[in-house]
């Protein structure tokens, strides 16, 4: 296997020594406390609105801020790579379809330019290892073209996975600094489901049969295939679980890295994210490695068709927004949830009190029952 840099990497990502973050702190408990006490005093049945007032929560103490204020600025980053596996036909879609959907994303003809739009959101595609040229605004950071066949070499060097943490890390800092107040990662490249099954099967220590999904659409061929080659990944990744960049240098891409990367920095930065399907999971994963605590800062959006992901999403005690049955990646999924999420804080922040409307709260005995209703009996029509 091949450990030289990839002769194709970006001069101008400059080398770093490791991979280590500030140690995260968690959301405002105290805040949340707050938020916790101010759904109990809000004109409703306590309870009544689910996990609307549990994210509404999370969003307050994320923001340090009760009342919460709706997210102003919300940003999707898709990170863009090849995968040398792809050529063992475990996509239904050939390689060069990545760097075609990089220019699909900048003329803003992707499914997520069209969810973000209408959720409020915009769209920064990075490419970090697409295996051929793109447009130079999108390329600034890229490591290297493609990344290794996981199944029989290592995906990339060990300099190559430090830059590509480091361009992850970068690029948080780059939207946090632009005034982003809540992040998303999105995903492209074909056969990338393949690496982020690795990467949660081995950290999960879950059998190749019980996480291979069909990723693209892949058939009964495509799918006997994809489990071969995840098998023999999975063999060259166990041995490095305890060792987070060995694992990412091992069985991923410089796009995961990336992402890993992005992921953990956003929790250090105290910047919430709504995380995506199986690929960006399979990240995060690796990012609270990374940034121990980091998943404190994350919601999951949806839950993937793959098997893998809700493998993830329960090793991490996330609880998905959404189950639409996507798996298209980009952040889609993600960013289907984000109006929900909006929602919930703009419940918190604008609905009336108990004292506010003059509605009487569970017990007490309204002055003129004529003119006041109690709405915080369970039994309150809908």
């Not at 968690?26 to 996990?51: C, E, I, W, Y």
């Not at 990075?126 to 493609?146: L, Q, Y």
């Not at 489990?227 to 995961?256: E, K």
Request: proline share 5%; hydrophobic share 45%.
């Amino acid at each position: 296997m091949s450990t030289e840099a990839s002769p194709d990497a970006n001069p101008d990502v400059a080398p770093v020594s490791s991979a280590d973050f500030e140690p995260v702190t968690p959301p405002d408990r105290d805040v949340r406390a707050q938020a916790d006490a101010r759904q109990r005093d809000l004109t409703k049945p306590a309870g009544s609105l689910g996990r609307l007032e549990a994210l509404a929560g999370w969003a307050s103490a994320c923001q340090g801020v009760c009342p919460p204020h709706a997210f102003t600025r919300p940003r999707v980053v898709v990170f863009a790579g090849d995968h040398g596996i792809a050529r063992n036909g475990v996509s239904a879609y050939p390689p060069e379809v990545t760097a075609q959907m990089v220019a699909n994303f900048l003329g803003g003809g992707a499914a997520v330019n069209v969810l973000a739009e209408v959720a409020g959101a915009t769209v920064r595609v990075v490419d970090i290892a697409v295996d051929g040229d793109t447009d130079p605004s999108v390329s600034n950071h890229k490591v290297r073209r493609s990344s290794g066949s996981i199944d029989r070499e290592d995906a990339m060097s060990n300099e190559e996975t430090l830059q590509a943490i480091a361009a992850g890390r970068a690029i948080a800092d780059e939207e946090i600094d632009g005034g982003a107040d809540l992040l998303i990662a999105g995903d492209m490249g074909i056969g990338n489901t393949t690496p982020a099954t690795v990467l949660i099967a081995a950290l999960t220590d879950s059998e190749p049969v019980a996480v291979v999904g069909r990723g693209t659409g892949i058939d009964d061929a495509g799918w006997i295939r994809k489990t071969a080659a995840i098998r023999d990944a999975l063999r060259r990744a166990r041995p490095h679980v305890r060792d987070t960049v060995a694992l990412l240098r091992t069985s991923s891409g410089a796009d995961l890295a990336a992402m890993a990367g992005f992921l953990a920095q956003a929790a250090s930065r105290r910047t919430p994210v709504i995380l995506d399907g199986v690929v960006v999971t399979a990240a995060a994963m690796v990012a609270d490695e990374l940034a121990f605590g980091a998943r404190e800062w994350w919601v999951a959006g949806h839950r993937s068709t793959e098997p893998a992901h809700t493998i993830a999403l329960t090793r991490m005690g996330l609880d998905p927004i959404v189950e639409f049955d996507m798996r298209l990646g980009e952040g889609s999924g993600a960013v289907t949830a984000l109006p929900i999420l909006q929602g919930a804080v703009a419940i918190l922040s604008k609905m009336a009190t108990f004292s506010e409307a003059g509605v009487s709260t569970q017990g007490s005995a309204p002055a003129d029952e004529s003119e006041s209703i109690d709405l915080t009996k369970t039994d309150t029509a809908e």
